[in-house]
Structure formats: C-alpha cells, structure tokens
C-alpha cells in the first residue's frame, strides 16, 4: 500500500487535503494508509516507524525544521514524492533540489489537488523500464520499448505500442515530462506527437517515418530542427534507408 503524509498547521487544511487526496485515489478504487501532522516535529516523530512515499505540505522557502526533516525522510526513501501547495517567494531554496521530484502546486484546491495526487501515485507505481497509466479500473503499466508513440487529443492521450492502442487521461506534456525523467528517447515531433526514438526509421522536413511502416507529421521547423540535433546525438540509433528521408 502507497504511505501518503500530509504536514500542515492548521486542522482545516489538514483534513481538507487529506480529504480530497483520499477522495481522489477512492474513486480509482485505491485505498492509502495516511499520516497527519502539523509541523516538522510530529513529521519527525511519525516517520521514525512510517516512512510516507508522498508528501502534502507547505515548504515555504525559510521554513528550515521541515525542509531538514523532509530531507531525512528523503535519505530513508529516495523515492519520496514532495508536493507542496505554497510557492516560495522569490528564488528557491538551494536545498530544493535535493528533495527532487518536488513539484508546486499554484493553488490549494480540489483540481489542483486531484491532479497532483493522481499524478504521484502514478509516478510512485512506475519503473525506470516500464510506463503506467490509469484507465478504469485500474492502473496499466507497459514496458517502454514496446510503446512507439504517444498522441494527444485534447487531455486525452493515445498511447501506441507494438500490441494494442488504449487512451488514457493525461496532457501530452506531462507524458514527455516522465518520459524525459526517465531518461526514455522520446521525441517531440508535434504538438500531438512523441514518439520513441528506437521505432524510427527516417524522417524528412514533413514527416516521420516508423520502422511499422506508419508515417507522423512533423509540424513545425522547430521541432524538425531538434529532431535532427536529437538523432545525431544518438550515436548507436540505426535508421533503415528510405528515398526521400534522412538516415544515421
């Protein structure tokens, strides 16, 4: 079972984003175990024998006993998800980026708390070699070499692997965001377009050719432009000749 914290202050708050994040995971038929506190010393206390996977809280920029305590729980599990609904003002704290993934919510209410719950317990689930997504009932995970590519339309994304097509509910941004931290080769050609690298098999200024066969469109110079700085950085990626389409 997915351990979730949540630190804040005041009760009201405490039990509304508690709430709505357990809500929220009820809904996808998940059941979280919770823990509450109200500052970084009962933070401190509970995670002695519960080590939470994610973190509701507010770490506002000077707020060093939480931001200390936080970083502790991180060392016991380098996996902690931190999702804080205040935005420091001004620059961030230097120690922020050891507290990575951290991710700031712009407002404290159901949307954004729906969102952001959602969005870390997927990224808790996942695995460097696999990607996972949810469509009722239940979470689907599928390896990364066997995705080809992903298309948006709208907040729905198709996702196209050697086997099957589904669609799930996600911005296509988001997508190339994990994928990107996994370090995974997937391109940008399109506002509507990822694709994974290893099924490319050429591409001209218009298009992108598969090795299935299955040609995407390319929409912009721009994305044409970091497609080719991308592909001549990929030393070891063999692409099958075609007339008409560049290969490496």
């Known amino acids: 079972m997915i351990k979730f914290a949540f630190c804040y202050e005041h009760d009201d708050t405490l039990n509304f984003v508690k709430n709505e994040v357990q809500s929220c995971l009820r809904q996808r038929e998940v059941e979280i175990a919770a823990v509450c506190c109200h500052n970084a010393y009962e933070l401190a206390q509970r995670i002695r024998s519960n080590c939470p996977d994610i973190l509701f809280c507010d770490l506002d920029k000077d707020d060093a006993p939480l931001r200390s305590t936080i970083l502790n729980v ?36 159901r949307k954004h708390l729906w969102s952001y719950a959602a969005l870390a317990y997927e990224k808790v689930l996942d695995e460097p070699d696999s990607f996972t997504y949810y469509v009722r009932p239940s979470y689907i995970r599928i390896p990364v070499h066997e995705i080809r590519y992903f298309a948006s339309e709208g907040r729905r994304t198709h996702i196209v692997s050697a086997e099957y097509r589904d669609i799930f509910y996600q911005k296509l941004d988001v997508v190339e965001d994990l994928m990107c931290q996994k ?20 591409f001209s200024r218009d298009y992108v050719l598969l090795t299935t066969g299955e040609q995407l469109r390319i929409s912009k110079y721009e994305y044409y432009q970091m497609l080719t700085d991308q592909l001549k950085n990929l030393k070891n990626t063999k692409l099958r000749h075609h007339p008409s389409y560049s290969e490496w």
């Open 74 to 109: 991180k060392r016991a599990n380098n996996r902690l998800i931190c999702i804080s609904t205040r935005a420091s003002s001004g620059r961030p704290h230097a120690e922020d980026v050891l507290l990575e993934p951290l991710f700031i919510m712009p407002e404290l209410n």
């Open 183 to 202: 370090n995974c080769r997937f391109m940008r050609i399109h506002k509507s377009y990822l694709v994974n690298a290893s099924f490319i098999a050429g």
